[in-house]
């Protein structure tokens, strides 16, 4: 390599006050080649190993990461709040599902193995009820239905849900 021996007087040459020497010096800064003269090749290496390294390891949380779980109790979106007004007294706060007091199981909206798959599913069951759920066509809009809807599909569920028709 050309700067093996002396890479200071390369950089510099003679006189460090010359235009050609600071010229020099900001051709060589830009390539990338200023660190190697000021710090010797085998730091550059290392660093270089370093902040490979790093990026290997934040690209590799970046993929195992899942999306941090969506807290109804904090939430200040109308859908939240027509859920905890509406949908938690059965559901429970985080929608995890409960046992009531008559022993009836209400299933976790948000895991596990749905009846309900898609909007138009979960629509008609808000809708019309069933299963020992009360109907909320009586005390829901259209409109909010709908928000719940999607609430339960994207916000409890992480997933947008299969359209299939849902009444509008």
């Known amino acids: 390599m050309i700067f093996d021996k002396n890479p200071f007087a390369i950089a510099y040459g003679s006189d460090p006050n010359s235009v050609r020497t600071w010229s020099n010096i900001t051709a060589l800064c830009s390539a990338g080649i200023c660190v190697k003269l000021l710090l010797g090749e085998m730091f550059f290496k290392k660093m270089a190993a370093a902040i490979y390294l790093i990026f290997v390891v934040i690209a590799a949380a970046c993929f195992n990461s899942k999306p941090e779980r969506y807290v109804i109790t904090d939430s200040k979106s109308y859908e939240a709040s027509l859920f905890r007004q509406n ?34 599913d979960i629509y008609r069951h808000i809708s019309d009820g069933g299963n ?28 947008p849900g299969i359209h299939a028709g849902a009444p509008r």
């Open 132 to 159: 020992g759920m009360v109907p909320f066509r009586g005390q829901l809009t259209k409109r909010e239905i709908d928000l719940l809807v999607n609430f339960v599909q994207n916000d409890l569920r992480g997933s």
């Open 87 to 120: 949908c938690a007294i059965c559901h429970g706060p985080e929608a995890e599902g409960k046992t009531l007091d008559d022993g009836k199981k209400v299933p976790n909206l948000r895991d596990g193995d749905f009846k309900y798959k898609t909007d138009a």
